[in-house]
C-alpha cells in the first residue's frame, strides 16, 4: 500500500473527493442521488484530477464536509442579509440608488468611448 501526500490530492480532487466519502461512511447510492448526480457518475468524478469545484461544492453539502479547507478557491459565496422592500418610500430609495449607479456607469462608458474614437 502507498501513502498519499496530502500536496497529491490537490493535484487530483477526484481521489481527495472519494476519500472524504470513504472516511463519512455515506453510501455511493445515497450520496449521489441527494448531490443529483448519478452512481455511475460518480465512478467518473472521482477519476477527475481536475474536477470542477461546482461539483466538489455539490458533494460537500450532501456531506456536510467544507472542502475549502482543501481548496479555498471554493469558498461559497456568503448569502447576504437582503431587506425586503415594504414601503412606498424605501422602493423609491432603492429605484433612486440604482438610477443614480447606472447613470454613473453610463457616463464612464461614454467617456472610455469618446477617448477611444479619433
Do not use: C
Not at 461539483?55 to 471554493?74: H, M, Q, R, T, W
Not at 447576504?80 to 414601503?87: A, P
Request: positive net charge; hydrophobic residues 30%.
Amino acid at each position: 500500500m502507498f501513502l498519499v501526500r496530502k500536496e497529491d490530492f490537490k493535484k487530483h480532487k477526484g481521489e481527495y473527493l472519494n476519500s472524504v466519502v470513504r472516511k463519512r461512511g455515506i453510501t455511493i447510492k445515497a450520496l449521489t442521488a441527494s448531490a443529483g448526480f448519478d452512481r455511475t457518475t460518480y465512478y467518473h468524478h472521482i477519476a477527475d484530477p481536475h474536477l470542477p469545484y461546482k461539483v466538489i461544492a455539490k458533494y460537500g453539502e450532501v456531506l456536510n464536509f467544507d472542502f475549502s479547507g482543501e481548496y479555498p478557491e471554493i469558498r461559497l459565496p456568503q448569502h447576504s442579509e437582503s431587506h425586503e422592500i415594504t414601503t412606498f418610500e424605501e422602493m423609491e430609495k432603492d429605484r433612486n440608488y440604482w438610477r443614480s449607479r447606472f447613470l454613473e456607469l453610463a457616463e464612464k462608458v461614454a467617456d472610455n468611448y469618446k477617448r477611444e474614437k479619433p
